[in-house]
């Protein structure tokens, strides 16, 4: 990557921790997305994601670490209490702050309180930790891709349940006299899976039809558009449950150093193998990421 984008992309992050850390010291609301997304320069479409490849935590950690940091701060204070401590870092009354340390650092504040030695040590439980290294090369292909349709289906619920959504496109193919004229499995990620709990999970499944795509088709089923302009591409190689880690090596390895941007389209994937028949280690996908067109 030249040094000059790294920078670029260091100091973007850097800008918006500040400005949640100003927030937070002057006892205000933080800023909405569309702020930090906005101090960032980033899209707001792709900014969790991009912030969770940039820094290796999602953007709530962040925020809930940046207010612990606040709270330890305050509790080194000689004249501030802890609910003093609580209120100036948004948690609502002493007991939220409690818990929150009770679960991150294993201690009540009163026990921390006026203890720099421990406040010290605790400061330095809530870095975050380190990337882990790559275990092997990121190749990404910089490609145009034609739009074309699909059929697909919103699942809600737990990742590893996205076959059963599958099963049901393909029922439904068979049904219509289209199982032969199946050309492509693609999904759409609405969340982040290691985010947002199974049960509230959205994942779009879909089927290519390709010249044979129906006109129309019985609701929850619907057509959706994708390609239709530049991408990168990458291809992902292990178990479907751990794609999301290519996506964060593409955001936070390859773009800031690529000269390119993200267009506000969604990431798709690709999927070339069937879980049923191929075991995990050996499933390939290929992760589609939208970018601009170059200037």
Same mark, same amino acid.
């Given at each position: 990557?030249?040094? #000059?984008?790294?920078?670029?992309?260091?100091?973007?992050?850097?800008?918006?921790?500040?400005?949640?850390?100003?927030?937070?010291?002057?006892?205000?609301?933080?800023? +909405?997305?569309?702020?930090?997304?906005?101090?960032?320069?980033?899209?707001?479409?792709?900014?969790?994601?991009? *912030?969770?490849?940039?820094?290796?935590?999602?953007? /709530?950690?962040?925020?809930?670490?940046?207010?612990?940091? %606040?709270?330890?701060?305050?509790?080194?204070?000689?004249?501030?209490?802890?609910?003093?401590?609580?209120?100036?870092?948004?948690?609502?009354?002493?007991?939220?702050?409690?818990?929150?340390?009770?679960?991150?650092?294993?201690?009540?504040?009163?026990?921390?309180? /006026?203890?720099?030695?421990?406040?010290?040590?605790?400061?330095?439980?809530?870095?975050?930790?380190?990337?882990?290294?790559?275990?092997?090369?990121?190749?990404?292909?910089?490609?145009?891709? #034609?739009?074309?349709?699909?059929?697909?289906? %919103?699942? %809600?619920?737990?990742?590893?349940?996205?076959?059963?959504?599958? /099963?049901?496109?393909?029922? *439904?193919?068979?049904?219509? +006299?289209?199982?032969?004229?199946?050309?492509?499995?693609?999904?759409?990620?609405?969340?982040?899976?290691?985010?947002?709990?199974?049960?509230?999970?959205? !994942?779009?499944?879909?089927?290519?039809?390709?010249?044979?795509?129906?006109?129309?088709?019985?609701?929850?089923?619907?057509?959706? #558009?994708?390609?239709?302009?530049?991408?990168?591409?990458?291809?992902?190689?292990?178990?479907?449950?751990?794609?999301?880690?290519?996506?964060?090596?593409?955001?936070?390895? *390859?773009?800031?150093?690529?000269?390119?941007?993200?267009?506000?389209?969604?990431?798709?994937?690709? !999927?070339?193998?069937?879980?049923?028949?191929?075991?995990?280690?050996?499933?390939?996908?290929?992760?589609?990421?939208?970018?601009?067109?170059?200037?």
């Amino acid at each position: 990557m030249k040094p #000059s984008t790294r920078h670029a992309h260091v100091a973007r992050v850097d800008a918006v921790l500040a400005r949640l850390q100003s927030a937070l010291a002057v006892g205000g609301p933080l800023p +909405g997305l569309d702020e930090l997304a906005g101090v960032a320069h980033m899209s707001p479409f792709h900014f969790h994601r991009v *912030w969770r490849a940039l820094t290796g935590e999602a953007l /709530g950690r962040t925020v809930a670490r940046l207010r612990l940091l %606040r709270a330890l701060q305050l509790l080194a204070e000689p004249a501030s209490t802890v609910t003093d401590a609580a209120l100036a870092s948004g948690y609502e009354s002493p007991q939220s702050l409690a818990r929150a340390f009770r679960e991150a650092l294993g201690a009540a504040p009163g026990e921390l309180r /006026g203890d720099a030695a421990a406040i010290a040590a605790a400061r330095r439980r809530l870095q975050p930790d380190p990337a882990p290294p790559a275990s092997s090369p990121l190749h990404v292909e910089v490609m145009s891709l #034609s739009p074309f349709q699909v059929v697909a289906l %919103r699942n %809600r619920g737990a990742f590893a349940d996205l076959d059963a959504a599958f /099963g049901r496109l393909f029922a *439904w193919a068979e049904e219509a +006299g289209l199982l032969d004229a199946i050309a492509g499995l693609h999904g759409v990620p609405r969340d982040d899976h290691r985010e947002v709990a199974p049960d509230a999970l959205e !994942f779009d499944c879909a089927i290519a039809l390709g010249a044979a795509a129906p006109v129309s088709m019985p609701a929850p089923l619907r057509a959706l #558009s994708l390609g239709g302009g530049h991408y990168a591409r990458a291809r992902h190689l292990g178990p479907y449950e751990e794609i999301e880690g290519l996506v964060d090596r593409m955001l936070g390895q *390859w773009l800031p150093g690529s000269g390119r941007a993200l267009r506000d389209a969604p990431i798709h994937y690709a !999927f070339l193998d069937d879980p049923e028949q191929v075991p995990g280690p050996r499933l390939r996908a290929d992760v589609y990421v939208p970018l601009l067109a170059p200037a």
